[in-house]
């Protein structure tokens, strides 16, 4: 059972890797992380950024698939 979950979250890696890649190369790199509702505070040379909704977003979409997949 663990190396199933670790090969499961190696693969999620690397597709999130490549995703996030041709994201960034597609302009939609600005998306994740600037959502409304995420936190962020600029004064000076100091700077505070906290992607609240996107964590918020991440965590749905992560249970969900997870549970779609232990359900398998």
């Known amino acids: 059972m ?3 979950l670790l090969i499961l979250m190696g ?3 690397i597709v999130a890797g ?3 890649m041709v994201g960034d ?3 939609l790199g600005n998306f994740l992380g600037h959502l ?3 936190i962020s505070f600029t004064r ?3 700077s505070f950024h906290f992607p609240i909704v996107t964590c ?3 965590s749905a979409v992560l249970t969900i698939v997870l ?3 232990f359900r398998l």
């Open 11 to 13: 693969a999620f890696f």
């Open 2 to 4: 663990m190396a199933k």
């Open 56 to 58: 918020i977003l991440i």
């Open 18 to 20: 490549l995703l996030w």
């Open 25 to 27: 190369s597609l302009g």
């Open 36 to 38: 409304p509702g995420d």
């Open 44 to 46: 000076g040379n100091t």
């Open 67 to 69: 549970n779609l997949f």
